[in-house]
Structure formats: structure tokens, C-alpha cells
């Protein structure tokens, strides 16, 4: 492979650059039907898992059809989306917050023609390449983060876990029959680029083990000051060690019972690793929402507090989970979210229904905050 | 502001730092140059990485900024 | 034949739900056979080495890759992640893998055109592999060597018109709801002030400009679907100050169950017929409404908009028309020191694109001028306004306190007063007190 200038000159970077330009203007990415009744649509309805119709005060309408999409994706599917979207869609689609696909067209007719094209679409190894659902009170696509494919401090991986997961949980995908939406998402260490504290089931990748210190290549590798102010806690500072042959270097101690295991100081230091492979694995956590519907937004709390990683299918991570989504399926009133439903009924009912262990490790002891996540009040049930 | 002797002043400090420590946060800056508001400050810098005096190294969630191509980073990362 | 066996990962490739595996296994072999004929420019097994890398780390239950924080784009101090497999001899065509962070256009609309084009960028510079999208919102270019990012970078903004997104101790990628383009709900045009503030800040989304990372997120109404609230250190929320507008034949329809509540969204559940005091008026949570004489009453005064009705009824309840947006400040993801939701500091402001937002912006370079001075190194603003307190902040930008801007009072009197707050001042004369209070 020869190497293809661009037309950029690395002796002159300045020289013709272009910065600061910012994004393409959404609107030049707008369906016609979208253009034209922005801002004047007067309801919506989900026809059927995953195809919503919105009704313009214009009369126009416009079809919705949503698909499910691994968010790592490679440019070959991409070019089977736009393909789709050529033939069905004028060249036109979006994407959702929550990494799914969506095709829409301007007329009912056309969506038997696309749905029937979507379903056709089948990977080698048998998975769906464009699974239709994603709506109403039901499970939609899980939001995640890179993991092993391409994190430096997962604890986890997050394609692996989110396939797991979203395969065990298809039915609710492309059915609507909880009592409100179920948001699941995935973060692959504590630092969360995925922002699961907020989701009503958070799958969360976390390390247990303080970093291991690689001396002999520490002071040659990192600079000492950048790697203990990289830590949250404090818990680095400098010191002497021996290494073998008896010579005395600089390196670094860790205060082992201040670290909370958040790899910022492997980012500095590529001599402090922390991946462990009994060390690391998944907690999970229940009952947030960033919706203000009915009750304020909430934070999710966490119920179980290690899992092992079992790859590369998870089946203990899945079964609880499952069991989670099925105890509320079965317990919630409709309309209510897993924390209203865990709220109501009580956390140490929640405990008893999805069948989980209660752990000490459950119980909050980091910082003022803890305290008022106890009970200081009579009413509990037995 | 002198906008020359501010520069002065940043790479003469970053110099006599640069035994121990090679790269600082931007708030390191503004002590540098105290009489001056963070935003000017801030421009002074961000145009002396462009004027490639400086560089700038990210951990993905923060920033920091140090000496072009002092420090041990970029032998680590393979990149010198 | 792939390059790679891989027994672990080839277990994810049944199942309904789409396989990433499945996908890494047809690029793979795209690369390899190049149809296009293509001068691929990285390594063309990058991708067989992916699926080899990530089997071991499947197999060792630990990740093999290496952060890199020099690399980048002259001049940006985002956008670019660096990444080192550190397994390069076994791994060569990922030895070097570093991401792009591409800003998404709001909305997340594409034409296939647009698309194609990037694919074809980053077929012939890149891995071929990308996220659709990252968690911020930016499209994810993964895996590229050093030389390419500034090969990309110059046919990004030459033949593309289209600039990268922010990472590190920047303004981040803002994102915004899918709006009013195609929303009843939205109170304001998410994607048009998203896109005015993508432009307008672009020096602090390129360059360090904070003590840590900054996120706007816009979302037009209290259902927040871009979750603002819980992640953005200022949340755009859009809110209305009118009544709910009814339309009671509509609510007469819902009754007679001519259209399905929450806009069909629980088909497929054993709910029985629709009861609009039971599934309504009843769940309102600050019990403004009722129905009379078989018509149904808002006492929108009481109202706190959290949208419960009008998602049930979508044909019969619509949002005011007198909109604006709520700004809330602070949210932040736990660590460090526990998760924050995004405080209610703006309770109502308009959103008017005819004067560049001024009213908002105002408010954006208060917090800004704030937090660039008196924020710690990787503090984020909102751990900033919980270290000097929620009045300084008011203080800062200048707004009023008002009972809209708590929860509940507060439930101790350990009030810290300011010495011109207090008659007399803090300096009260000895000699004077001791003429009437012995010693």
C-alpha cells in the first residue's frame, strides 16, 4: 500500500487548513416530508412495534421505522443501511440517541414493502442485521461503551455483554407489553462514558483490585507527578523501592483501601495496568430514569454487586437480569417505572421478588450521601 | 497584556519545571500569569501550541499541556 | 479463511439480536478481498487483528489496549483518542488504533450521500469500523494510525465541510432530542440553537479551555430522551408557561377508547379498557386535574408539566404555546463524589433565535467566567456549585433566588452571614457593651 497525500503538508500544517467549521447543518439532511412540517406535527402513534406514524397539522404523515443497531458498526453495513434507504426512503434516514436506525417514508404503503425488506436482512451467522421494534413499554437498544474493543480500563466488554443481553431480552424488543418503556444501559468501568446512573436496568463493568506497579519501568515509562495527580482519592504518592539486584529506584505506593479502582492513573502511567481477570466483572444496577413524567428523575441503585465475567455470554449477568425485567413485568402497574415500582413497594420487597441476595456491600459507606439512603423511619415490611 | 512577555514567562517557568514535571494543566497556567483573566491567559496558550512552542496531551477526559516534545509520554506511547 | 480462529466470539454470532461479531467478520473479509480496489492506507487485516485482539481479551478476561494522549490534529486538543494494542507483534495491523471523534450533524439525520462519503473516507484512511454513535453523540471513526489523522482531518474539512467533536477538558459535542422536526412535545428547535451553539463555541470545543470536560444537552420537553438531566453540566430543557391545550372531543375519543392511550405504546400488555381517572387524573402527581361533568379540567396553575397526560392522550393534550426552555446546571455521571442531576438555576427563559440566544448565552458565559476561575482541576461545575454553595452561583450569574430553586428550604439555621448583611456591621464596641453587662 503507497501512501495517498490528501493534499495535507506536514512540513507546513497551517498551510491551507481548515478549522473550526463545526458539524454539517442538520437541515440539509432533512427528508422533504420533514423540511416541510417541522415544527407543525400534531400527534404521534406506534402502529405496531417499532412503526410509529407522526400527523402533521398540514394532514401530511410521516412513517417511522425503527431497527435496532449494533452501535459498532462497520462501513460494509452502513452501505446496506443506505442501501435500504435508497430504495425505500429517497436517501434519507436517522439515527436515535439510543443507537437505533430509522427509516422513514411518507406514506403506509410503503412501509409493508420496507418492514418485509428490514426483516429479509440476516447476518451469516443468523442474527437479524435490522430487527423492527424499539418503542412504546417495551426494551429498546442498549446504550454502551467500547469495552475490550477498544477501552484501555474496561472491566468488561460491552458489545459482548449488550449482544448477551439484548438476545436474551428480543421478546420485549419487539413486543410492547411492560408497564412502561425499560431503559437498559451499559458502562464498561466506573468512569461511565456511558451515562447508566440514570437507567432503569445499568449494566456496569467495575474493577476490584488496586493497580499493579510495574517498578522497574515506572520512572522510565511515566512521570511519577502526573500519575499520583491523576488519582481521585489521593491515593498514590512517591517512594523508593528495591528492585531485584538491590538497586533502589523511584517508583510509586498505593494505598490500597483508598482506591476506588478508576484506572485514571493507567491512563497516565501505562506501569500501573489494573485489568484483572478475577479482579474485574459486572455490577448491576436498577431503577433510575431521566424522565420528569410523574415522579422526578431518579438515580439507579445498585442491587447486585459482583458478577463475574463468563464470557462470552454472561449467563449469570443475563438470568438476573431477566428475572428483574420479569418481576416487574409482573408487579408493576402500568405506567410505572422499575424505581417507582421498587419505590412502592418497598426495596426490601424489590429484593424478594427478582429473587436477589441483599449484601453488605449494598448498603452506601462512601461519603455524606450514604446516610440518607438508610432507614430512619419505623415503616418496613417484613 | 504583553502578550510577548507572557509567553516568556510560561516557557521560562515550564523550562525550570520541566526536571520533574513536563505537563500542566491549563489552571497551572493562570498562575503564571496571575494579573491576567483566565480567558486571556487561556489564548496565550492555546496560541503557542499552535505556534508549536507547546503541545498538548489528553487522557481522553482531560487535557494537559506541556513543553513540544518534552517528557517521557511520547517515548511510551511509541510516538517520538 | 480468517486470520484469526476465534471459538469465544464466534458464540455471539447466533441469537436474534444483531452480532457485532457477525459485522467484524464481513469487513474483514471486504478488506481482504477489496472489491472497490481500494489503496487501503492501514493495514488491510486491521480488522482480523480486532476480532484476534478482542478473542484474547475474551479469552484472558482483560483488555489489551493502551491509552495515548500526544496524538491529535495540529492545533485541536480534542477529537482524537489515541490507542496501542499491547500486543503489537501478534497484532500488527491494530498496533496503532487510534479514535476520531466525527460531530454528528443535530438531530442525527443523514442523507445516504453523506454517509457514502464518510464510508469511503474511512474505508480507504481507516479500520473501516465505527460507532454509530459514541455516547456523547459524536460519529466514532475506530482505529487509524498516527499519519492518517491529519490526512483525515484535511479531507474531512476540504472535501467534506465537516470538523471533528470535543474530548478532554473542552466544550463536548453537544446533542439535542430529535426536536420539533419531527416532536409535538418540543417547546423549542433543539436542533437549531444545538447547531448555533456547536458554531458559536468552537474555539472552546477544539481547544482546553475549562478545568474539565463541559456538556450542553438540549431536550425539548420534560421527557428528556437525550437525558440532559442526569448528564450535561447545563441541561436546555424546554417547558412551557400556558395551559395545556385540550381538545375535549379528542379526550371524549380516549374515553370511548377510539384511540389507543400513550399513543399505542402498551399494545401488547393485558390492560383491560382505558380508565382516564385511574390511568390520568389520578396518576397527576400534583392532582390539578379532574373530569366535570364528564369534561376534563386542568387547573394549569398547579401544574409542574411533567408531561404524564399528554404522553397518554398525545391527540387530545398538547403543551402550551407560550415556550421557552428550564436550564439546570451540574449534572454530572458519580465519580467522584456521587452522581449529580442537573439543579434548577433558569426556571423559564425564552428561545429566541432572532437575537443569537442572547438571553441563554448570558447565562452560559456567567457559569463559564465562574468555573474558569474558581474550578479545581477536574472538578466539573457542577461539584464546583455544591463547594461554594448554590448562592454563589446566583451570586455569579446574577439571578435572583427563588423558592423554585430548592426542593424544601433548608433544615438548618447554620446560616453564614455577610457582614453587610447585619446591621452595624461584624465590629461591635467592647467598651460601649460592657457599660450595661459587667465583667
Redesign the interface.
Known amino acids: 500500500m503507497a501512501f495517498v497525500s490528501s493534499g495535507y503538508n506536514p512540513k507546513k500544517p497551517m498551510e491551507n487548513r481548515i478549522t473550526d467549521i463545526g458539524p454539517r447543518k442538520y437541515d440539509e439532511f432533512y427528508p422533504p416530508v420533514i423540511a416541510k412540517n417541522k415544527g407543525k406535527w400534531k400527534y404521534h402513534e406506534i402502529l405496531e412495534p417499532g412503526v410509529l406514524v407522526h400527523v402533521s397539522e398540514t394532514g401530511d404523515e410521516v412513517f417511522t421505522v425503527r431497527v435496532g443497531g449494533a452501535r459498532l458498526m462497520s462501513v460494509t453495513h452502513i452501505r446496506e443501511i443506505c442501501e435500504i434507504a435508497d430504495k425505500h426512503c429517497d436517501g434519507h434516514l436517522r439515527f436515535t440517541t439510543r443507537n437505533n436506525i430509522e427509516f422513514m417514508v411518507d406514506s403506509k404503503d410503503k412501509v409493508e414493502p420496507l418492514k418485509k425488506d428490514l426483516a429479509s436482512r440476516k447476518f451469516d451467522g443468523g442474527s437479524f442485521k435490522f430487527p423492527v421494534g424499539g418503542t412504546g413499554a417495551g426494551i429498546t437498544n442498549i446504550v454502551h461503551t467500547q469495552g475490550w474493543i477498544h477501552c484501555h480500563t474496561p472491566a468488561t466488554d460491552a458489545s459482548g455483554t449488550v449482544k448477551a443481553t439484548m438476545d436474551v431480552l428480543y421478546d420485549d424488543f419487539s413486543k410492547m407489553r411492560l408497564p412502561a418503556q425499560l431503559r437498559v444501559s451499559m458502562a464498561c468501568c466506573l468512569n461511565m462514558c456511558g451515562a447508566v446512573h440514570c437507567s432503569d436496568i445499568a449494566i456496569l463493568g467495575y474493577h476490584r483490585k488496586p493497580p499493579m506497579l510495574d517498578h522497574e519501568y515506572l520512572d522510565k515509562m511515566c512521570e511519577i507527578p502526573l500519575a499520583i495527580a491523576a488519582c481521585p482519592t489521593a491515593a498514590i504518592k512517591p517512594a523508593k523501592v528495591e528492585i531485584a539486584g538491590g538497586e533502589k529506584i523511584k517508583s510509586v505506593a498505593v494505598k490500597n483501601e483508598r482506591c476506588m479502582y478508576c484506572g485514571n492513573c493507567y491512563t497516565m502511567c501505562p506501569s500501573m495496568p489494573l485489568a484483572d481477570t478475577e479482579g474485574d466483572g459486572i455490577v448491576l444496577m436498577v431503577g433510575g430514569k431521566v424522565s420528569n413524567r410523574v415522579s422526578n428523575p431518579m438515580f439507579s441503585k445498585v442491587v447486585v454487586s459482583f458478577l463475574p465475567n463468563d464470557m462470552p455470554r454472561w449467563p449469570e449477568m443475563t438470568d438476573t437480569i431477566k428475572r428483574i425485567v420479569e418481576a416487574y413485568a409482573a408487579g408493576a402497574n402500568k405506567y410505572e417505572r422499575v424505581g417507582e415500582w421498587a419505590e412502592r413497594i418497598g426495596w426490601e420487597r424489590f429484593f424478594e421478588k427478582c429473587e436477589l441476595e441483599f449484601t453488605h456491600h449494598l448498603i452506601d459507606d462512601f461519603r455524606d450521601a450514604a446516610y440518607y439512603t438508610w432507614r430512619q423511619t419505623t415503616n418496613f415490611k417484613f | 497584556m504583553d502578550i510577548e512577555a507572557a509567553r516568556e514567562t510560561i516557557l521560562t517557568t515550564l523550562k525550570k519545571k520541566s526536571k520533574?514535571?513536563?505537563?500542566f494543566?491549563?489552571?497551572d497556567f493562570y498562575k503564571m500569569i496571575p494579573d491576567e483573566k483566565?480567558?486571556a491567559v487561556?489564548n496565550v496558550v492555546?496560541k503557542m501550541?499552535?505556534d508549536e512552542l507547546l503541545?498538548?496531551?489528553?487522557?481522553?477526559?482531560?487535557?494537559?499541556?506541556g513543553l513540544k516534545g518534552m517528557?517521557?509520554?511520547?517515548?511510551?506511547?511509541?510516538?517520538d | 479463511m480468517a486470520k484469526h480462529e476465534t471459538p469465544l466470539l464466534d458464540q455471539l454470532e447466533s441469537g436474534p439480536w444483531p452480532s457485532f461479531v457477525s459485522d467484524l467478520k464481513q469487513e474483514a473479509e471486504a478488506r481482504a478481498k477489496n472489491e472497490r480496489n481500494i489503496e487501503y492506507q492501514i493495514p488491510v487485516d486491521a480488522v482480523d487483528d480486532l476480532l484476534g485482539v478482542l478473542e484474547l481479551s475474551f479469552k484472558h478476561g482483560r483488555t489489551h489496549w493502551k491509552h495515548g494522549g500526544i496524538v491529535g490534529v495540529f492545533g485541536y486538543g480534542g477529537g482524537v483518542i489515541g490507542r496501542y494494542c499491547d500486543q503489537p507483534d501478534n497484532f500488527p495491523g491494530v498496533a496503532h488504533f487510534h479514535t476520531m471523534r466525527v460531530n454528528h450533524p443535530a438531530g442525527k439525520y443523514y442523507t445516504t450521500e453523506y454517509l457514502k462519503q464518510l464510508c469511503d473516507l474511512w474505508d480507504f484512511r481507516g479500520s473501516g469500523i465505527t460507532n454509530m454513535h459514541g455516547s456523547t453523540g459524536d460519529i466514532i471513526f475506530l482505529g487509524t494510525t498516527t499519519p492518517q489523522l491529519e490526512e483525515i482531518f484535511y479531507e474531512l474539512t476540504h472535501n467534506l465541510n465537516q470538523d471533528l467533536g470535543g474530548s478532554g477538558s473542552n466544550l463536548r459535542t453537544p446533542s439535542d432530542c430529535i426536536g420539533s422536526s419531527r416532536c409535538e412535545w418540543a417547546c423549542f428547535d433543539t436542533q437549531a440553537i444545538c447547531h448555533f451553539m456547536t458554531k458559536e463555541f468552537q474555539d472552546e470545543l477544539h481547544r482546553p479551555a475549562f478545568p474539565y470536560k463541559f456538556k450542553f444537552k438540549f431536550d425539548g420537553c420534560p421527557n428528556c430522551c437525550v437525558a440532559s438531566i442526569a448528564r450535561a453540566d447545563i441541561s436546555f430543557i424546554g417547558t412551557w408557561r400556558d395551559d395545556i391545550r385540550i381538545d375535549q372531543d379528542a379526550v371524549q375519543g380516549y374515553i370511548a377508547g377510539d384511540y389507543p392511550p400513550n399513543g399505542g405504546a402498551h399494545a401488547d400488555g393485558n390492560w383491560g379498557a382505558f380508565d382516564i381517572n385511574k390511568e390520568v387524573v389520578n396518576i397527576c402527581p400534583t392532582g390539578c386535574m379532574s373530569m366535570q361533568d364528564g369534561k376534563l379540567e386542568i387547573d394549569n396553575k398547579e401544574c409542574t408539566r411533567c408531561m404524564h397526560c399528554i404522553n397518554v392522550m398525545p391527540r387530545a393534550l398538547r403543551p402550551g404555546t407560550d415556550t421557552g426552555l428550564s436550564m439546570l446546571v451540574g449534572a454530572k455521571a458519580p465519580i467522584l463524589d456521587g452522581a449529580q442531576m442537573g439543579s434548577l438555576l433558569v426556571p423559564f427563559v425564552e428561545v429566541n433565535p432572532d437575537n443569537d440566544y442572547e438571553a441563554i448565552i448570558e447565562v452560559i458565559e456567567a457559569l463559564w467566567d465562574w468555573w474558569m476561575e474558581e474550578g479545581k482541576n477536574r472538578e466539573r461545575l457542577g461539584e464546583l456549585i455544591k463547594r461554594q454553595g448554590f448562592q454563589k452561583m446566583l451570586d455569579m450569574t446574577g439571578i435572583k433566588p427563588m423558592p423554585q430553586h430548592v426542593q424544601e428550604p433548608r433544615t438548618n439555621p447554620y446560616i453564614f452571614w455577610k457582614e453587610d448583611e447585619v446591621p452595624g456591621g461584624f465590629n461591635a464596641d467592647i467598651t460601649e457593651f460592657r457599660k450595661h453587662h459587667l465583667r
Open positions: 520533574s514535571k513536563s505537563k494543566y491549563l489552571k483566565p480567558r487561556k492555546n501550541v499552535q503541545e498538548y496531551w489528553s487522557s481522553g477526559s482531560t487535557t494537559l499541556i517528557g517521557k509520554q511520547a517515548h511510551a506511547e511509541d510516538e
